[in-house]
């Protein structure tokens, strides 16, 4: 019994730490927090898209969604908690990199706001769009609070 409580603790300490010290860096402010987000989606064929560190810098109770634009009728708003994002996203593991074009943030007392255009590349297929984050920081690192994003020509 003490064998196996020892080797779970063991487990969870080593994933605990091996999480940690990928994504330690990404928890030091919002700019470097929403450059690890897109690391996290982006993947080449054949590897992995990076969801245990992108759950891992997310609040607990954090909220992503789409604002679906569809030619010829009314916007459509889908919202995911971070569990559902990363189920719906695994089931279409299509390898893509969706790139930072540029980005811009407000922040005051602990809370940022990041407006981040960017480019998506799939195969021969390219598409821009904006990813606006809601962060939040307890005083030893940062934490996505929303992510609400659209796809569309960018201006």
């Given at each position: 019994?003490?064998?196996?409580?020892?080797?779970?603790?063991?487990?969870?300490?080593?994933?605990?730490?091996?999480?940690?010290?990928?994504?330690?860096?990404?928890?030091?402010?919002?700019?470097?927090?929403?450059?690890?987000?897109?690391?996290?989606?982006?993947?080449?064929?054949?590897?992995?898209?990076?969801?245990?560190?992108?759950?891992?810098?997310?609040?607990?109770?954090?909220?992503?969604?789409?604002?679906?634009?569809?030619?010829?009728?009314?916007?459509?708003?889908?919202?995911?908690?971070?569990?559902?994002?990363?189920?719906?996203?695994?089931?279409?593991?299509?390898?893509?990199?969706?790139?930072?074009?540029?980005?811009?943030?407000?922040?005051?007392?602990?809370?940022?706001?990041?407006?981040?255009?960017?480019?998506?590349?799939?195969g021969?297929?390219?598409?821009?769009g904006?990813?606006?984050?809601?962060?939040?920081s307890?005083?030893?690192?940062?934490?996505?609070?929303?992510?609400?994003?659209?796809?569309?020509?960018?201006?």
């Amino acid at each position: 019994m003490k064998a196996i409580l020892f080797t779970t603790l063991v487990f969870i300490a080593t994933s605990s730490l091996a999480q940690t010290s990928a994504d330690s860096l990404a928890w030091k402010s919002p700019s470097t927090l929403v450059e690890r987000l897109l690391e996290c989606v982006s993947s080449e064929p054949g590897q992995p898209k990076q969801w245990n560190s992108f759950k891992a810098l997310c609040a607990t109770d954090a909220r992503i969604a789409v604002l679906l634009q569809r030619p010829g009728k009314p916007p459509v708003l889908r919202t995911f908690s971070v569990e559902e994002f990363v189920q719906t996203m695994s089931k279409n593991n299509a390898p893509f990199q969706e790139k930072q074009l540029n980005v811009q943030i407000d922040a005051f007392n602990g809370m940022a706001t990041v407006w981040q255009p960017y480019e998506l590349i799939a195969g021969n297929e390219r598409r821009t769009g904006v990813n606006t984050y809601q962060l939040f920081s307890d005083g030893t690192r940062w934490y996505v609070h929303s992510l609400l994003w659209t796809e569309g020509e960018l201006p």
